[in-house]
Structure formats: C-alpha cells, structure tokens
C-alpha cells in the first residue's frame, strides 16, 4: 500500500488515531516539548548541583554559538549576493531558448477577513509580473464564514481584474465542514480542488504542466517570479517531486511597521535566506509552488492541522518514500510586516504570529511517525533528517534563552565553593565577550537589510533610514521574546496536548 | 548563480567543528586558571578579587600597580597568578592605607575587602540647640515666662545611645560577668580576657571569606589588640569589620587575620566612647561633648 492511501497519512494530533499508533504518536508530540523543557531546567539544576560542569557546558555552548553564528552568517551573505544576483537577471532572456508555453501558473490567494486594499495590491502585482497572463489562473479563495465581505473583495476583484488573467475565479469555502480545522489549509484545499473541476478538466489542461502557487493573501511577486519559478521548474530534475521556495521579504508597510516589527520581519527573512542555502533543512513555509499533480496525487493541502504550508512538504516527502525536496529559488515575494494600530497591539500579533509559525513543531511527531511506519525511506534519510529537524526546533526554543538569561546561573545558583574559583568569575565575562563578538554580525545583518529596502517614501524623512540600522540592537530581545519563548510556548502546549487553532495576523496598513 | 555548493558547507562544517573542539578545551583551560608559562610547560593559577568602598583608591599587587577605581569599576580582578603569598595594596590620597600579605591557590580566587578611613577624620560636634539663641517660651502656673533653647532632636538621640550600652546597628549585645558578646546576623563577637574572638555559627556554606583559605577553614578568629579593648561594635554596614574602643582611641580593625590585620585609626584621644548610630555613623564622646565621625 502506497504511504499516501494510509489511514494515518493525514493525520492532524494523536487523538485521530488509536491503540499503540495513539500512544506513539502522542510520545512523538511530547518530545520536542520535553526535550527544550529538559535542556533549560537541567542547565538550572546543573548550575546548583554540579556548577562547575555547568559552566564547562555553557562555555562549550557559548563557542558553539559563536561558530554557529558564523557558519550561518557565512550562508546568510551568500544568499544575498544570490538574491542579488537573481533579482538583476533578465529571466525573459534565460528562458528564450526553453520551451515553457505549455505550463500554466495557478496562484491561490486566500483571504478571509483582509481589506480589499490589501488583495487588490498582491492581485495587482500579479496583473503587473512580466508572464503570460493567458497561462495565469488566478483563484480568490474566500471564507464563507465572513459572509458579505467575502463577496465585496471577490465582487471588487473580479470586475478590476476579470480580463486580465486567463482565468480568474472566486471560490468560497464553506464554513464549519466536518473534519476541517477553519485555517489557510482547508481553504485552499477547498479552492484548488475547485479550480481543478472548474478550470484544469474543463479546458483540458495536464496537472503536471501547471504549477500552483499558494500565496499568503499579502504576498505581492516581483515582476520577473513567475519567469524566474518557471525557470527553475523547467530546470529541476524532476519537478514533480520538488517544491519551489521563495523568500519572504516583509517589506509592504516596512516604511511604516516599528523597530521591533522590522526586526522580528528582518530575522524571519535571515533565517528563511540561511535556508535558503541549506536545503536539506528546508521545508517549505508561508508562500510556496509545487505542481497541480504532486498535489492532486495526495489530496492537496491538510485540512485538520495549522501550518499546512510546512506539512504540505512533509506529506510530499513521505509519500515519495524521502525523495522530495525543495528548491530555494532565492527570489523574494514581498510580504506584511506586523503592524497594528498601537504598539502593544503589534507586540502581541508578533508573539502570536511568531507562535503560530513554531507550532510548525506539529510536523516533527508526524513525519517522525512517518518515518517509523513508512520503511521505503532509506534509514540514513530518516537519521539524518530527523536529527537536523529536531536540532532546528530545539535551537528555536533554548539557544536564545541559554545565551542571554542562563550564562549568569553557576554563579547565582552555584554556591558560595563555586563561587571562590576562577571560573566563576570568568564564566560572565566569556558568555559578554562572546556575545559582544557576535553581536558584530549584526552589522551584516543591517547592510543586507537596508540593500532589499523598497525605496524612501517620499513622506518619510532621510532620518528615517538611521532607526533601520540602528534597530538591530534589539535583536538580543526580540530573538528571546519573539523566538524563543513562543517556540517553547508552542512546544509546551504540544506537549500538554493543549492543540492551536489557526490564528490569522491581521493586516494593518498606516500611510501615514 | 549557484548555492554554496556543498563541499564548501562541508568544508566550513568540518573547520568549525575543529575549532569548536580546540576553543572549548583552550576556553575552559584558560577560565579554570591554567596558563602557558614561559618555558611553554602549563601553570595553574589562581587570583584576586579586590574592592575598595570608593572610587579613586589604587590597587596595587606584588608593587605592580593594577587599576584605578571609578565610579563605575570599583573592584579589580587580578588573574594569571602563579600561587604563592603576595602583597596587596590599596591606597587614596587623603586617606590611610591598606596592605595584606594573602595567598593565591590555583583556580581559585582569593577575595580582599580593604577599608579607607581618612588621614584626619572629620568630628563634627553635635549641639544640644539648633541655632544659638533660639528660645521658645514657656509659661508657669503663676504666671511667670521662661525661655528655653531649643532642643535638637538629633542631639536627643546620639545622647540616648550614650545612654545605653548598645549601638542601634542591628547587632545584639549581651553582656555577664565575665563578658561581653555582640552578635551581627551569624557573627558572633566575645570579648574575654582582653581579647576578642569572632565566630560563625550560621551555615558553612555561607560562611565569610576571611574565615577560609582555600577550602581549609577555621572556627574563630583572635583579634588580639595592643591595650583593653573599652567597647567594640561592627563597623557600619560591614561584617568583616570592628570598631574597637582602646585606651588611646578608637579604631577600626579588620576581623581577617588570614595575614596582619589593618587597623585604622578613627580618633585619638583618651577616655573616648562611641557608638554606631542607627543611621550608620559612628558618635563619638568626649567629656560631655557629642559628635559625629566623617570617615
């Protein structure tokens, strides 16, 4: 039996399943949990009962996450001359001599309660990209649950927009379907199966020969994505079993978005840029394209969990039997920065969405479940798979928190013996110096952010550009509050079985 | 433009992971004290942490000078030491110097709290009235007026302290026949036969610096003084400090006797008592006179 035709292929929690499957899997959602939990309260227990052993490890992991920061810095600024070099490329001119006018893109835009400003600006940048839009299918896929505003943005963009794409349709999901969890996933589920007996069987077309770009309903393409993703679709060895990943830039309402905003926005790019340049860590996230046909094959996106734009992969990758992978394609789609009305406000939608994107952890207890029950994937893609996904949740949630609240607790917690050695005394200075050097990496971090900067608004005042370099002193605050503690926030509640619903970030837009 | 092609990954991976190894065995050698001396054999040093209660003091170890506290930087680690016994100094124009003969053990770090009193202490005499000729007026049954001076509160208190035999720093006193105990939180201080012997009777692990060299530590320690010691309290808002009352004066001397204890004079004169106000400064009297210490 194929992986895809199990009955726990699709799995959301452990509650959908039963006997010994119920009880693995249910120890699958706890570990990732259990092992962050483990990692912080034994560096606290070791630092009161054994404190010299806990300052040899907290030196041994400041080094580490020094090098680490390197290493990553390294992949980082690769990226960008990448990105770089991407963005001036005349991709018109590489497909010249490809034959590429039998493929057609279907964008999926999701919305639900977003302003029509704010669809009309991502439809527009479609209507804008330089692509055939005869070989583009747009669908606007609505929230039945939102009533009337559903049909006033799919009424409104449809009349702006009717003639301007080969097809354009407007789907509506319906509300509260059974076995659904209302989120992005069920409605593009909803919206491309839709499109499929609307449009894709209708006119005949073959689903290897489309690809499907599930957006964000803020995701506004740069003019040459589509050539540039279809390039890399002609290109891949077999595009049907990659997925394509783009970069997330938040720079819509960048000019606009506070410090902490731009930062948290700025580190959420860095990270998916440093990826980018390792994808054997890479799933896909937030804006992605795969072919009709990879999707169709299992059924599309899952409807009964949260970060279906990861899952997506893992499904792939389990029903290939571990040969599924992304392509980076390090070319950005513009995004939304968190913005609210009042600070606190964006404070509190940055933990949530940052939240929201931890929960992505769901996936470890599902393809690690995966990987016990499927014994077509070779073991070594399972070890070593599971060891850099494990490692990429567990840095999320520990590695901020030991480097900036735990370097200081041999010396509060180690006793008045401990705290007569030498190593008591060196131990704060290593863990300052060693962040102070660190910190140095931040210039990288504040040139390559400033060179993606959409251009100054006119309303804006030059001054306005220092606060872009000067914000990333923040860093040490936001990765601690807006990554870590939501990372073990949402590790926490997996581990406790108390499951997230879909949180939509609300779109803000301040012109002023 | 291709992605870091993975033999360059696996060529940093691989260069990061040697100098993870190499940098965490140097990192945690050097911060457990162990140093490359200069025949390029290895040492196990230890060091000093000094403090000094003001900026401006000059800390200075072996003769070698080390730093000048500031406003900020009020301590001195001093690492790399080689164990062996030396000499620590901490001087400030103005005022009396403190030296100390203390051991360094490798890896472990041999604390210091100097203390500075001034050259010449400032007694600032503290009156009965707040301003001379100042009255307030009072009225008897028969109706005669008298004028009185007007009496500082202030000067009430510091006489009522002379008017017990305990300051009011938080420390107890309990005085027999034989002898005089004062005790501040887990310190105990008794005077016997002209001597004073301070104990610890909290817990060991709480238990002050000067008490331990190394891990090696005592039960008392003697503070032998050259005449009768009148009356002894702790200094204010230490615990490593007396003030004593001798036949010559009153001075401060320090309860570590891990080498010479310092002693540093607060006033010279015979027949004076002191006390240590609630507010941590030291009354001094003379004859009939009250007054305040500036150390």
Same mark, same amino acid.
């Given at each position: 039996m194929r992986y895809q035709d199990t009955s726990y292929f699709k799995v959301g929690r452990a509650s959908d399943l039963s006997g010994n499957d119920r009880v693995l899997y249910r120890l699958l959602e706890i570990m990732p949990g259990l092992l962050s939990w483990v990692t912080i309260l034994g560096t606290i227990l070791l630092s009161i009962f054994a404190p010299v052993a806990a300052a040899y490890f907290i030196i041994a992991f400041d080094v580490f996450w020094l090098l680490k920061t390197i290493y990553l810095s390294i992949h980082l600024r690769h990226n960008w001359k990448r990105i770089k070099y991407n963005l001036s490329e005349d991709w018109a001119e590489k497909l010249s001599g490809m034959k590429y006018d039998h493929l057609t893109h279907m964008i999926i835009l999701p919305f639900y309660k977003e302003s029509i400003e704010i669809v009309d600006q991502s439809v527009e940048s479609l209507r804008a990209s330089q692509y055939d839009k005869r070989k583009m299918i747009l669908v606007l896929a609505g929230e039945g649950a939102v009533g009337k505003h559903n049909e006033e943005v799919a009424n409104y963009i449809l009349k702006k927009y009717g003639n301007d794409f080969g097809t354009i349709i407007h789907t509506t999901h319906p509300a509260h379907l059974e076995g659904e969890m209302p989120g992005k996933g069920s409605n593009i589920a909803y919206a491309a199966e839709q499109a499929r007996l609307r449009i894709l069987d209708p006119q005949h077309l073959d689903y290897h020969t489309v690809i499907v770009s599930a957006f964000d309903v803020d995701t506004v393409a740069y003019t040459q994505y589509f050539l540039c993703l279809t390039w890399y679709f002609l290109t891949a060895k077999d595009p049907m079993k990659v997925s394509f990943q783009p970069v997330p830039f938040y720079n819509n309402n960048i000019w606009n978005a506070p410090a902490i905003s731009r930062v948290a926005a700025g580190s959420s790019t860095f990270w998916q840029m440093m990826q980018q340049e390792r994808p054997e860590k890479l799933a896909t996230f937030s804006s992605h394209s795969v072919s009709f046909q990879a999707l169709y094959e299992i059924g599309y996106w899952q409807k009964n969990m949260v970060s279906e734009d990861s899952r997506i992969f893992w499904n792939l990758f389990l029903a290939h039997n571990g040969d599924y992978a992304v392509v980076p394609i390090s070319y950005p789609v513009s995004m939304d920065a968190n913005l609210a009305p009042t600070l606190r406000q964006t404070a509190v939608n940055i933990y949530k969405q940052h939240r929201r994107w931890a929960w992505g952890v769901e996936n470890l207890p599902y393809f690690l479940f995966g990987f016990i029950k499927n014994k077509s994937i070779p073991l070594w893609t399972k070890i070593r798979t599971s060891i850099v996904q494990i490692e990429g949740f567990w840095s999320l949630a520990t590695n901020p928190i030991m480097i900036f609240l735990l370097g200081w607790l041999p010396v509060v917690l180690g006793g008045s013996r401990f705290n007569k050695t030498i190593l008591s005394y060196n131990l704060p200075m290593f863990t300052r110096n060693i962040m102070i050097v660190a910190m140095l990496g931040l210039v990288l971090s504040a040139a390559i952010f400033i060179s993606f900067l959409p251009d100054h608004p006119k309303n804006k005042k030059i001054f306005a550009n220092f606060p872009m370099v000067l914000q990333w002193v923040l860093i040490p605050f936001t990765i601690t509050i807006f990554g870590a503690i939501p990372g073990l926030d949402a590790q926490t509640r997996l581990m406790f079985g108390k499951y997230m619903g879909f949180w939509v970030t609300p779109k803000h837009r301040n012109d002023k | 433009m291709q992605p870091l092609s993975r033999k360059k990954r696996i060529f940093y991976f691989s260069l990061f992971s040697v100098i993870f190894v190499i940098a965490t065995l140097f990192l945690v050698s050097y911060a457990t004290g162990y140093r490359l001396s200069n025949t390029l054999g290895v040492s196990h040093t230890g060091g000093f942490y000094v403090t000094s209660v003001s900026s401006g003091s000059n800390i200075s170890v072996a003769?070698?000078?080390?730093?000048? %506290?500031?406003?900020?930087?009020?301590?001195?680690? *001093?690492? &790399?030491?080689?164990?062996? +016994?030396?000499?620590?100094?901490?001087?400030? !124009?103005?005022?009396? $110097?403190w030296n100390k003969k203390l051991l360094v053990f490798?890896?472990?770090?041999?604390?210091?709290?100097?203390?500075?009193?001034?050259?010449?202490?400032?007694? +600032?005499? @503290?009156?009965?009235?707040?301003?001379?000729?100042?009255?307030? $007026?009072?009225? =008897?049954? @028969?109706?005669?007026? +008298?004028?009185?001076?007007?009496?500082?509160?202030?000067?009430?208190? @510091?006489? &009522?302290?002379?008017?017990? %035999?305990?300051?009011?720093?938080?420390?107890?006193?309990?005085?027999?026949a034989t002898s005089t105990t004062k005790t501040l939180r887990k310190l105990v201080v008794v005077e016997s036969k002209d001597s004073l012997k301070v104990s610890w009777i909290g817990n060991a692990d709480e238990e002050p610096y000067y008490f331990? /060299? #190394? !891990? +090696?530590?005592?039960?008392?320690? =003697?503070?032998?003084?050259?005449?009768? @010691?009148?009356?002894?309290?702790?200094?204010?808002?230490? !615990?490593?400090?007396?003030?004593?009352?001798?036949?010559?004066?009153?001075?401060?001397?320090?309860?570590?006797?891990? $080498?010479? /204890? #310092?002693?540093?004079?607060?006033?010279?004169?015979?027949?004076?008592?002191?006390? *240590?106000?609630?507010?941590?400064?030291?009354?001094?009297?003379?004859? /009939? #006179?009250?007054?305040?210490?500036?150390?």
């Open positions: - | 003769g070698k000078f080390i730093t000048k %506290t500031n406003l900020f930087q009020r301590s001195a680690l *001093v690492q &790399n030491l080689k164990p062996a +016994t030396y000499d620590i100094s901490v001087t400030k !124009d103005g005022y009396q $110097s490798p890896e472990r770090v041999t604390e210091a709290h100097p203390f500075a009193i001034k050259q010449n202490p400032v007694l +600032t005499q @503290v009156f009965p009235y707040f301003v001379e000729g100042d009255y307030a $007026s009072s009225t =008897d049954l @028969v109706g005669t007026t +008298t004028k009185h001076g007007i009496i500082s509160s202030d000067y009430t208190d @510091v006489k &009522n302290l002379f008017a017990t %035999t305990t300051s009011s720093n938080g420390s107890t006193l309990l005085v027999t331990c /060299q #190394n !891990d +090696t530590c005592k039960d008392s320690v =003697d503070i032998v003084t050259k005449s009768r @010691v009148k009356n002894f309290d702790f200094f204010p808002g230490r !615990d490593d400090l007396l003030v004593v009352s001798l036949d010559s004066g009153i001075f401060a001397i320090e309860i570590d006797n891990r $080498s010479e /204890q #310092n002693i540093q004079t607060i006033a010279e004169d015979k027949n004076l008592e002191f006390r *240590v106000g609630s507010n941590g400064l030291i009354y001094i009297k003379k004859g /009939q #006179n009250l007054y305040s210490v500036s150390i």
